[in-house]
């Protein structure tokens, strides 16, 4: 099992920058890709990026140049960068782990709210 608990949301206003933490704990070894999801009211929940544990990253197209993905292994965290947010990026961030075993956890949420 693993545990992931999110912290760095929050409001800001459109151009500015938040940065959210994911830190997983339990069966940690286990842990293979790292990543965030978020979902906006009234929509479904869609993949902002995602880093394996070799560091090799993918994004969404759309926030590719606004938003970075890292991690930490010695930390089990996995960090997501957001600059210049719109408040299109208004949502609920989620962090999601992938285990060797093919296995997924989720973490609970942290709310992101872009004022305009």
């Known amino acids: 099992q693993v545990q992931l608990v999110e912290s760095g949301g929050g409001l800001v206003q459109a151009g500015g920058s938040l940065k959210l933490s994911c830190a997983a704990s339990?069966?940690?070894?286990?842990?293979?890709?790292m990543g965030w999801y978020r979902q906006a009211p009234g929509k479904e929940r869609e993949l902002v990026a995602r880093?394996?544990?070799?560091?090799?990253?993918n994004y969404a197209d759309a926030l590719k140049g606004r938003f970075t993905i890292s991690r930490d292994n010695a930390k089990s965290t996995v960090y997501l960068q957001m600059d210049n947010l719109k408040p299109e990026d208004t949502a609920v961030y989620y962090c999601?782990?992938?285990?060797?075993?093919?296995?997924?956890?989720w973490g609970q949420g942290t709310q992101v709210t872009v004022s305009s």
């Open positions: 880093v394996t544990r070799g560091g090799s990253t």
């Open positions: 999601r782990v992938w285990t060797l075993t093919a296995d997924d956890y």
């Open positions: 339990g069966s940690i070894f286990s842990i293979n890709a």
